[in-house]
């Protein structure tokens, strides 16, 4: 069962979505050399407090922390600590959520830390972010959920093949309905299989996280003993990107973007839905 939100249910939740946005900034700008992941969730922490919201990630089947830090080989679900601490020529994928008035919101960024990094690590997550928006700019009415997987596969497959042979479009993940939980039906698979079928109609009200996860390797991955971090097979580095996104009468609506999505949306030639709050 797909939950479809009312008007006014997406407006709940792009204010959580918009306290999303605020950490994404303020964990952005604390991720330098000599920061330990441990300081960004800190820094996550006090963000959420401060828009008297809840986080979503702390406690989520256990998970120890307000966010997700995930450096170079890991993919996703890295747990802060003091023990991490960032050196430059590091990437970082945070993910983070909020919570308002029941309402979820959920996005990840992958930043660089410090300079002088490969050029194949800058492509690397232009790549998986564009992929991420081409699925994105595919949340239309009228289509279906497998249309976000083929335009995601679709723009990765599309670019020239980095020097370590092919992007790896991690398997094991994918995006998720989000609303009144955090992950909800239905899963969404960042490339199309024969084996899935369309997956249901895009209707007005429905909520989607889109978040593709791209290595320099291989699409394999596994966790750690902590039951938490996932890393690729082969320790090729990966990067991870996220928004979630509302379908309305009017087009997307990416909640977790300050500017709803309009800027980038209008180079794939969507117009964003208005934003509720504005
Ligand atoms: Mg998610």
């Not at 083929?150 to 599309?158: C, D, H, L, N």
């Not at 690729?232 to 309305?248: F, I, K, N, P, Y």
Request: contains cysteine; glycine residues 12%.
């Amino acid at each position: 069962m797909v939950e479809i939100k009312t008007a006014e249910q997406i407006a709940k939740m792009r204010e959580a979505g918009l306290v999303v946005a605020a950490i994404h900034a303020a964990t952005r700008e604390a991720a330098v050399p000599g920061a330990t992941t441990k300081d960004l969730d800190e820094v996550a922490r006090k963000v959420i407090a401060e828009h008297g919201a809840k986080s979503n990630f702390l406690g989520y089947g256990g998970f120890p922390a307000t966010i997700c830090t995930s450096v170079n080989e890991v993919v996703v679900h890295g747990i802060p600590d003091e023990k991490t601490v960032l050196k430059d020529g590091d990437i970082i994928s945070i993910d983070a959520g909020a919570i308002v008035g029941g309402w979820h919101g959920d996005a990840a960024f992958t930043a660089f830390v410090g300079t002088g990094h490969a050029p194949e690590l800058i492509e690397l997550s232009r790549v998986t972010e564009e992929s991420m928006w081409a699925g994105i700019a595919a949340v239309k009415n009228g289509n279906r959920l497998v249309d976000i997987s083929k335009a995601i596969e679709g723009y990765i497959r599309r670019q020239p093949r980095p020097a370590t042979g092919k992007y790896g479009i991690i398997e094991d993940y994918g995006g998720h309905g989000i609303g009144s939980e955090m992950h909800m039906d239905p899963h969404l698979l960042n490339y199309v299989s024969r084996k899935r079928g369309k997956g249901p109609k895009l209707v007005p009200g429905f909520c989607i996280a889109i978040e593709p996860m791209v290595s320099l390797g291989t699409a394999r991955t596994h966790v750690l003993e902590d039951d938490w971090t996932v890393l690729t097979d082969d320790m090729s580095w990966s990067s991870h990107w996220e928004h979630s996104v509302a379908l309305t009468e009017e087009g997307p609506l990416v909640l977790t973007a300050v500017d709803g999505g309009k800027a980038k949306l209008a180079e794939y030639g969507v117009t964003a839905a208005p934003d509720p709050l504005a």
